[in-house]
C-alpha cells in the first residue's frame, strides 16, 4: 500500500495492494477522468508534484514521465505520491 496526497483537495487517500491509484482517487474526486483503465489512452493522465513513481504504462515518453503519470496502472516505488489534484 502507499498514500497519494490530493494537493489542492487537501486529502490524502491510502491505495491498497489490490486497488488502482484511480480508483482511491476516484472514491474522493469522482468526477477525474478516466477511459480506458488499461494505460493505453491517456486520458487518466495528471501531473506530479512529489514522490517516486513506478511507471506502468507504455504510453508516456520520458519527458512526460518526469512530471505525470497515468492513475490507472502507475504506482509509488516509495510510500508517498503528491499529485495537483
Ligand atoms: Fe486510459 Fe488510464 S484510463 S490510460
Do not use: N
Not at 489512452?41 to 507504455?58: F, K, N, S, Y
Amino acid at each position: 500500500a502507499f498514500e497519494a496526497e490530493l494537493r489542492r483537495s487537501g486529502r490524502t487517500v491510502t491505495v491498497a495492494a489490490g486497488q488502482s491509484l484511480l480508483a482511491a482517487v476516484r472514491a474522493e474526486l469522482p468526477h477525474v477522468p478516466y477511459s480506458c483503465e488499461q494505460g493505453f489512452c491517456g486520458t487518466c493522465r495528471q501531473p506530479v508534484l512529489a514522490g517516486e513513481v513506478d511507471h506502468r504504462d507504455e504510453l508516456l515518453t520520458e519527458e512526460e514521465r518526469r512530471d505525470s503519470m497515468l492513475l490507472c496502472v502507475s504506482r509509488c516505488r516509495g510510500g508517498r505520491l503528491v499529485l495537483d489534484l
